[in-house]
């Protein structure tokens, strides 16, 4: 490990353990990646490839020390309800669009005998009576 690196993880460190205990110094205090690379002065891809660990660690210390949900986890949870109203909203969508399906079909049906039955009553099949037979 290079000094650098190692400089980079004790910030990262002491930069959660401010965050932790809500004494921020140099970010918001929001329990995020974003607040703790700025509190720790290094860029957040840091955070996302050379100290993805500490990433991790700073997550569990979240939900263990503060019983909060961390904000990208929330997010997560928020999309994924979301998505799930939408395919319930789709799922309905569906069954209602078979329902028609079926009953269009039967329209179809009940129009196609009646005009069979018109053809076999001599009647051209273009031709339709203005009035039923009956009056």
Request: charge should be positive.
């Given at each position: 490990m290079t000094e650098r690196s190692s400089?980079?993880?004790?910030?990262?460190?002491?930069?959660?353990d401010r965050l932790l205990t809500g004494q921020p110094t140099a970010s918001d205090g929001a329990l995020t990646v974003v607040a703790l690379a700025a509190e720790a002065g290094?860029?957040?891809?840091?955070?996302?490839?050379?100290?993805?660990?500490?990433?991790?660690?700073?997550?569990e210390r979240v939900r263990t020390e503060t019983?909060?949900?961390?904000?990208?986890?929330?997010?997560?949870?928020?999309?994924?309800?979301?998505?799930?109203?939408?395919?319930?909203?789709?799922k309905a969508e569906i069954a209602a669009l078979r329902h028609q399906v079926a009953q269009l079909a039967l329209a179809n049906?009940?129009?196609?005998?009646?005009?069979?039955?018109?053809?076999?009553e001599g009647a051209?099949?273009?031709?339709?009576?203005?009035h039923s037979p009956e009056e």
């Open positions: 400089d980079e993880r004790a910030r990262i460190r002491a930069a959660i290094v860029h957040r891809m840091a955070l996302q490839k050379r100290h993805a660990d500490l990433k991790h660690e700073f997550y019983k909060q949900v961390p904000e990208s986890e929330k997010r997560l949870r928020k999309t994924v309800s979301d998505l799930k109203e939408t395919v319930a909203a789709q049906a009940v129009l196609t005998l009646q005009s069979k039955e018109r053809s076999l051209p099949d273009n031709v339709v009576p203005l």
